[in-house]
């Protein structure tokens, strides 16, 4: 199915978590901004959120340096 | 035929136009307008002789450590900075959140453009490490950074407001303390900090413009530090990728150009230069 993830369209399998998703793309979890369909997600909630046809995913994953 | 020559000409004295005698000499000029400057320049030249001004000619009539009035550095921006620029810019209260590589330049930036208002947070004293890349000078170590910052700001520009707080900032405070911000600049050096005000300015204060970083370290390409939206009033500066670690620190050249791209994103922004849907 297909989602856009940072602006961009992708094709995912169905019945992901977010969690597992950001694990297949080699995103690592933590420092994270996730926003799901315009509202930001708890890092707990990842691995319970399903992905579905359609959703909008913007993930910002920060490193350190200031 | 000869035409005669006009009995008056313009020049430009401290960047405000004004009519003088043709064959006024500079030192006639200064016994006029500033008898007490003991440096003039004319068209970006000192001068120490005495020679008459020219049409067009601009000169500068400056007292040593004279300290420019409100109304002089008002004319210096607004003449520099175009029309409408400053007028937006002075009205502005902008929050920085961490006053180290990037806050601390970030400041220095915002105060030069001549925004109305900063406010300063941070917890931390300046460290002899710091002065690789920090905006800190080697006799304020051991001073609280918002100090020894508003300390520098007011030899920058006296007439911005520059306000500090000397906290911690969490998840559960930073709301409180930006309310009123126009934009606010994340600064912090911890990636779970810049994390926690992500959410905490998307939460607690969703209509204001939040500008963070992300991968500044080392020395590699500095093109590929770059400065675009990745939430809604959310903008990300940095590469994204060079986090800080052993071998790999924090450099004065990628630093400084990281606190440009957010000042400059937030000059934008005050200006009202970035749309809802604009990517930059």
């Keep these: ?66 | 035929m000869t035409i005669a020559a006009s009995e008056q000409i313009s020049v430009r004295l401290n960047e405000r136009g004004i009519s003088v005698a043709r064959g006024t000499t500079l030192r006639e000029l200064r016994r006029a307008h500033k008898p007490d400057a003991d440096v003039i320049i004319r068209n970006g030249f000192p001068h120490r002789d005495d020679v008459p001004l020219e049409e067009g000619d601009e000169v500068v009539l400056i007292r040593r450590g004279e300290v420019p009035s409100p109304e002089e550095m008002e004319s210096l921006m607004t003449a520099r900075h175009g029309p409408g620029v400053h007028a937006k810019v002075k009205v502005a209260r902008v929050g920085i959140a961490g006053c180290g590589g990037l806050g601390s330049a970030l400041a220095v930036a915002l105060a030069r453009t001549g925004v109305g208002a900063l406010l300063l947070v941070d917890f931390d004293v300046v460290e002899p490490s710091n002065l690789n890349r920090q905006q800190y000078f080697v006799d304020q170590i051991g001073m609280e950074k918002v100090r020894a910052m508003a300390a520098n700001l007011a030899r920058i520009n006296p007439y911005v407001r520059v306000e500090t707080r000397n906290a911690r900032l969490t998840r559960g405070n930073i709301a409180d303390i930006f309310v009123g911000c126009n934009a606010v600049a994340e600064c912090f050096d911890d990636p779970a900090a810049k994390r926690d005000m992500t959410l905490a300015v998307r939460e607690g204060l969703p209509r204001t413009p939040l500008v963070t970083v992300s991968g500044i370290a080392g020395h590699g390409p500095a093109g590929q530090i770059r400065a675009r939206r990745v939430f809604k009033n959310v903008f990300l500066v940095g590469d994204n990728e060079n986090a800080a670690q052993p071998g790999r620190g924090l450099l004065a050249p990628r630093v400084v150009v990281a606190a440009g791209l957010q000042a400059n994103l937030i000059l934008r922004l005050l200006l009202g230069e970035i749309g809802q849907d604009d990517n930059e």
């Design chain 1, 1 to 66: 199915m297909e989602i856009k993830l940072n602006g961009e369209t992708r094709e995912v399998d169905a019945e992901t978590t977010i969690a597992r998703l950001l694990e297949q793309l080699g995103i690592q979890p933590n420092n994270l901004a996730v926003e799901h369909n315009g509202e930001f997600l708890e890092e707990d909630a990842l691995e319970h959120t399903m992905v579905r046809a359609g959703d909008r995913l913007e993930v910002v994953r920060f490193v350190g340096g200031g």
